[in-house]
């Protein structure tokens, strides 16, 4: 007897569009609440660096 697998592929598409939407929401909002322009390396590398001078 042969088993037959079905796949909501539009729901697995809409799933992972979520998942990407709430990670990019989840940026914003920590960028927003830290009130600061750069929260890491990544977000602005060399800006990251001449402020390490500054600091240090």
């Known amino acids: 007897m042969a088993q ?3 796949t909501n592929s539009l729901s ?3 799933q992972n569009n979520i998942n ?3 990670s990019a929401l989840s940026s914003s ?3 927003l ?3 600061l322009r750069i929260n890491s ?3 602005d590398a ?3 660096a001449i402020s390490n001078r500054f600091t240090s």
Do not use: M, P, W, Y
Request: aromatic content about 0%; hydrophobic content about 35%; proline content about 0%.
């Open 46 to 48: 060399a800006g990251q």
């Open 20 to 22: 990407k939407n709430q």
């Open 41 to 43: 390396a990544k977000d």
């Open 33 to 35: 609440s830290s009130g």
């Open 4 to 6: 037959v697998i079905n």
């Open 29 to 31: 909002i920590e960028r």
């Open 12 to 14: 697995l598409i809409t």
